[in-house]
T-cell receptor, first 112, second 114 residues
Framework: EAQVTQNPRYLITVTGKKLTVTCSQN?????MSWYRQDPGLGLRQIYY???????DKGDVPEGYKVSRKEKRNFPLILESPSPNQTSLYFC???????????FGDGTRLSIL | AQSVTQLDSQVPVFEEAPVELRCNYS??????LFWYVQYPNQGLQLLLK??????LVKGINGFEAEFNKSQTSFHLRKPSVHISDTAEYFC????????????FGTGTSLTVIP
């Protein structure tokens, strides 16, 4: 089954404790992205990647890091999380710019 | 940067009535346009997309959208809604040759009333 898998689905943690949200896709897609969804703001792109070792900043990259060492994986790293990063996060993958993205089920992060 | 405006944050509509969800975007260049639906506690699913060609595009679940270049709009319509259409709807824009930059609207919450 074609899917984008995110882990964990839920996480409550404290300010400053490094965390990683993993994302894996099994569709051999070139493109991958991370978004955060906040009430009233819709989805905002954090980082995106066109291929292995190629990543770019989206609209809201501050406080986040990503890496693309393998085609299927695109982890999101919060080196020093802060409460304003409490949000619902989505990973997505796509075959090309003119193709729709496939979304994971989301990760709800709460930073206390 | 692009911007995508969804003019209505909440749209209540009675079952079997028609609905239109509005989306406008700002761009002086050609873009790809998408509508996604999000059901509670789920990720986003594609409803339909416009890349080029015919300005009326049909999607899943009886939805359709019309691209209007002069008004930079891409409104979503359904002639008769069902209870199961209750969800959050997002309009999105992708700009060609930018390496997968996507811009989403703030979403429209559609509530179908029995």
């Amino acid at each position: 089954e074609a899917q984008v898998t995110q882990n964990p689905r839920y996480l409550i943690t404290v300010t400053g404790k490094k965390l990683t949200v993993t994302c894996s896709q099994n569709m051999n897609h070139e493109y991958m992205s991370w978004y955060r969804q906040d009430p009233g703001l819709g989805l905002r792109q954090i980082y995106y990647s066109m291929n292995v070792e190629v990543t770019d900043k989206g609209d809201v990259p501050e406080g986040y890091k990503v890496s693309r060492k393998e085609k299927r994986n695109f982890p999101l790293i919060l080196e020093s999380p802060s409460p304003n990063q409490t949000s619902l996060y989505f990973c997505a993958s796509g075959q090309a710019e003119d193709q729709p993205q496939h979304f994971g089920d989301g990760t709800r992060l709460s930073i206390l | 940067a692009q911007s995508v405006t969804q003019l209505d944050s909440q749209v209540p509509v009675f079952e079997e009535a028609p609905v239109e969800l509005r989306c406008n975007y700002s761009s002086s260049v050609s873009v790809y346009l998408f509508w996604y639906v999000q059901y509670p506690n789920q990720g986003l699913q594609l409803l339909l997309k416009y890349l080029s060609g015919s300005t009326l595009v049909k999607g899943i679940n009886g939805f359709e959208a019309e691209f209007n270049k002069s008004q930079t709009s891409f409104h979503l319509r359904k002639p008769s809604v069902h209870i199961s259409d209750t969800a959050e709807y997002f309009c999105a824009v992708s700009v060609p040759n930018t390496g997968n930059q996507f811009y989403f609207g703030t979403g429209t919450s559609l509530t179908v009333i029995p």
